[in-house]
Structure formats: structure tokens, C-alpha cells
């Protein structure tokens, strides 16, 4: 009797699609780990660290809220890479709560001399723990004859209240730097390929494998002017996801020390929204903040607004001495 009362009660208090889905952004190309583990070290720089928040459907229901932190690094060993990514999502009026740590290396080849194409490789590792918390349930005994009373306990067993399971995903990414005003890159990668289980009643209830593509191409109009169209494609299980849109970057001050740039763009993800970003750079510090205006079937309700989405990126560059290619001649001799 409890487990049909709490599958109804799953599906009325969120979208089915969040039971079968991964989590998203609209930020896509910050959070690079999560996009593609084979993005673990492609940055300029040593070490970086990500932080990202999602807040959407606040004018619907109870607010969907995703908070990643990330940090990547260069190691010692040539071209290879390690990083781990930390993300807590919360959903829906039985605050169903996902926790997952993933663990990721990459290696990264050059293709050519001069270094300008780059073909990296990437495994991620990860673990995933759920949990709901039944007391945001309304349940058949808690109906004192007139209306439903939240402070009657619950008299239903509840067998299981979490579940956890282990995930595996590969990617791979290409760049090429075509001359000194044009650069594109493009990535593929897999997620959950074990397809683990995540039913809460012993019942199997796999997690759909994740495949995602995506593309971004640089073009420099002038030193100061950069245009920045891009895509990511998603395919999870029945569920299809495409963004699609541009940036466009003004280069405030670019000197030795100093690096100031600010950057705007309009996307579309299919049939759901449209997304407006803006974002800054200052020195090793980048920040980002964009809008979802929904414009899907669910739009009477949320009035249009869809969800904030911020994010924030350091990275840290160590100083690296240039090595002497001469010896010194002793003024004595």
C-alpha cells in the first residue's frame, strides 16, 4: 500500500523527467567537468576551481535548487590531468535530495609541433547517494475525517528512505586552433554508462545513460571583439535536450598583469527556453550569470520565468622560471 501511494504522490509532487534525468545548466561550457571529463585540465593555468547555483521553477512550485563545486589540476606527469566535482540538487515538495561526487583524469596529446590541435581523453568515476524525506508526505491516516492534519504521525512503515549507487562516464574533446582569429572545439562524452539502479524499494529502476555533444567556435573580430557561437546537445534515455546560441566578448584592458573583459549572449534550449547571460572577467577571476524565460506549455503558470543560474571560476597559475638555454661567461675570464 505505501510504495502506490508514494509513486503517486513522486509523480504529482515532481516532473517524472526529474526521475529519470540528470541534472542540467544553462551555463554549459562552466562547469566544464560535468559537461565532459576529457575538459579536466584544458584550461590555461595550473590549478582551477568552479562553483555554480541553479534556482528555477520558484513562481511554480517549491524551487529546484543545484549548487557543484569543482576543482581540476594539472600534475607533473606529461599531459594528464586529475579533478573531482561535488553536486547537491534538491527537488520537488518531498525534497527529494541527490548528492554526487564524481572523480575524474584526463590526458591530453598534442597532435601537432606547434601545439595548435589537442586531442584529450577522459574517465570520470563517480557515487551517488538519494534521499527523500517522507515527512513532507501527506498519507491516508493523517485525514481526521474533515481535512488533512500534517501533524498526525504517520503510521506507515516506510521501508527504505535513500538509495546509492556507483556511475561511470568517458569523453573525449578535439581543438584546433585554425590561425590567430579562429579556434573551435568539440566534445562528445558518456555518462552513467554502468546504467545504475536507483529504485528506493528494491525494484530496478535504472538510471539512463547520458550522451552529450557539444561545439563552441572562436572568432575574433579585432583584439578587442571575440564572437562565441556554441551548442550542447543531450540524449538521456527519451528525453532530448539542445541548446543553441552565442557570446560575444569585449576585451576591456589586456596587459601583462592585467585582464579585464565582460561578455553578453542570448541562447535557446528547445522548445523550453530562452536563456540571457551575462558575464565578467577580471585577472584569474570569471564570473557568470544568466535567466531562463520559459517558454514551454508550462509558461501560464511560471508566468515566463524559468530559473537564476550563477557560476564562478580561479584558476591559479604557478610561476614557472624560464630556463637558461646559454651558460654565463665569469666576467674574469
Known amino acids: 500500500m505505501v510504495k502506490v501511494i508514494c509513486f503517486i504522490l513522486l509523480i504529482v509532487a515532481f516532473p517524472k523527467t526529474q526521475l529519470a534525468q540528470d541534472i542540467h545548466f544553462s551555463q554549459v561550457n562552466r562547469q566544464p567537468l560535468f559537461q565532459n571529463p576529457a575538459n579536466t585540465g584544458l584550461f590555461k593555468g595550473d590549478v582551477r576551481l568552479t562553483a555554480n547555483h541553479k534556482d ?12 557543484v563545486f569543482a576543482i581540476d589540476a594539472k600534475t607533473k606527469l606529461n599531459g594528464l590531468s586529475i579533478g573531482c566535482l561535488l553536486f547537491h540538487d534538491q527537488v520537488g515538495d518531498g525534497a527529494l535530495q541527490t548528492v554526487e561526487a564524481l572523480l575524474s583524469a584526463a590526458k591530453h596529446v598534442q597532435l ?16 551517488n547517494y538519494r534521499q527523500l524525506n517522507w515527512n513532507k ?9 474533515l481535512y488533512f492534519d500534517p501533524t498526525i ?8 528512505t535513500s538509495t546509492k549507487n556507483s556511475t561511470v562516464g568517458t569523453g573525449i574533446v578535439y581543438t584546433n586552433e585554425l590561425d590567430t582569429k579562429n ?19 528494491g525494484t530496478t529502476i535504472k538510471r539512463d545513460a547520458r550522451l552529450s555533444l557539444y561545439g563552441t567556435y572562436e ?13 550542447s546537445f543531450n540524449a538521456q534515455g527519451k528525453y532530448k535536450e539542445l541548446l543553441i546560441g552565442s557570446q560575444v566578448k569585449y576585451i576591456l584592458t589586456d596587459l601583462k598583469g592585467l585582464y579585464q573583459a565582460v561578455d553578453a549572449g542570448i541562447w535557446m534550449r528547445t522548445k523550453d527556453a530562452f536563456v540571457v547571460r551575462l558575464g565578467a572577467a577580471i585577472q584569474n577571476w ?3 550569470l544568466s535567466y531562463d524565460i520559459n517558454i514551454s506549455k508550462l509558461a501560464v503558470a511560471s508566468n515566463f520565468r524559468g530559473g537564476l543560474e550563477l557560476s564562478a571560476c580561479y584558476i591559479i597559475t604557478r610561476f614557472k622560471p624560464k630556463k637558461s638555454t646559454y651558460k654565463v661567461c665569469p666576467d674574469f675570464l
Open 286 to 288: 570569471s564570473v557568470g
Open 137 to 145: 508526505f501527506y498519507f491516508d491516516n493523517q485525514f481526521n475525517g
Open 183 to 201: 579556434k573551435f572545439t568539440i566534445g562528445l562524452s558518456g555518462h552513467n554508462l554502468n546504467r545504475p539502479n536507483q529504485g528506493f524499494f
Open 112 to 127: 601537432t609541433t606547434d601545439g595548435h590541435q589537442k586531442l584529450a581523453f577522459g574517465l570520470q568515476l563517480g557515487f
Open 219 to 231: 572568432y575574433l573580430f579585432s583584439t578587442q571583439f571575440h564572437f562565441i557561437p556554441g551548442f
Open 56 to 67: 528555477q521553477w520558484r513562481s511554480v512550485s517549491v524551487p529546484f535548487k543545484t549548487s
Open 153 to 160: 504521525p504517520i503510521t506507515e512503515t516506510i521501508a527504505n
